[in-house]
């Protein structure tokens, strides 16, 4: 069956420093990949989307980048974090024909 | 282009009432509609989903949702919660680019 990790599950940083945070899929090949961020008492945004190995599509310009180095990784990267990034951040993903995404148990951010 | 509304952003309700809640969505083509659950500090779970077919989809834990064309409306209810379905609530809509997109989530409070 396929899982979805992401790590770390809980995240402290400071203003201005990097960021990294990982998600990997087991038991599915070439899925499409998805980061998500959700904010405090609100729905989910969608932030990067990437459906191979290299190929990333932004969705709103931010702060933030992505890269997907291996087929069922997905990172999610900063140079230096805003207070503003601070939310609960969602991996997700989806077989490549099919709209029915699958969430991992995300990582909580705090920017202080 | 496709959206998706929840009408309530919270419903509060006792143990073993039933519950609707409540989503429109607007699109000029086909769509693929999901409901989805989240638990607090969780990632999100799909609860049902609707793909085509008879328009009264039955998901987990006691679930189903109705899928009304006419009114393009994708209602989620249940004839009998318990305190466990306290949790946030969110409809989905697809887009023809492979993505879906979520609504600003229901809080159902299942009180005693």
């Known amino acids: 069956s396929q899982t979805i990790h992401q790590w770390p599950a809980t995240l402290v940083q400071p203003v201005g420093s990097p960021l990294s945070l990982e998600c990997t899929v087991e038991?599915?090949?070439?899925?499409?990949l998805y980061w998500y961020r959700q904010a405090a008492g609100r729905g989910l945004q969608l932030l990067f989307y990437?459906?191979?190995?290299?190929?990333i599509s932004s969705e709103v310009p931010q702060n933030l980048s992505a890269s997907r180095p291996q087929d069922r990784q997905f990172i999610l990267s900063s140079k230096k974090l805003l207070l503003s990034d601070s939310g609960f951040y969602l991996c997700?993903?989806?077989?490549?024909?099919?709209?029915?995404?699958?969430f991992g148990p995300g990582t909580r951010l705090t920017v202080t | 282009a496709q959206s998706v509304t929840q009408l309530d952003s919270q419903v509060p309700v006792f143990e073993e009432a039933p519950v609707e809640l409540r989503c429109n969505y607007s699109?000029?083509?086909?769509?693929?509609l999901f409901w989805y659950v989240q638990y607090p500090n969780q990632g999100l779970q799909l609860l049902l989903k609707?793909?085509?077919?008879?328009?009264l989809v039955k998901g987990i834990n006691g679930f189903e949702a109705e899928f009304n064309k006419s009114q393009t409306s994708f209602h989620l209810r249940k004839p009998s919660v318990h305190i466990s379905d306290t949790a946030e609530y969110f409809c989905?809509?697809?887009?023809?680019?492979?993505?879906?997109?979520f609504g600003q989530g229901t809080t159902l409070q299942v009180k005693p």
């Open positions: 997700a993903w989806s077989v490549q024909s099919s709209y029915e995404q699958y």
């Open positions: 038991g599915t090949s070439n899925p499409n």
């Open positions: 990437s459906v191979g190995i290299g190929q």
């Open positions: 699109s000029s083509v086909s769509v693929y």
């Open positions: 609707y793909l085509s077919g008879s328009t």
């Open positions: 989905a809509v697809s887009v023809p680019t492979g993505k879906l997109i």
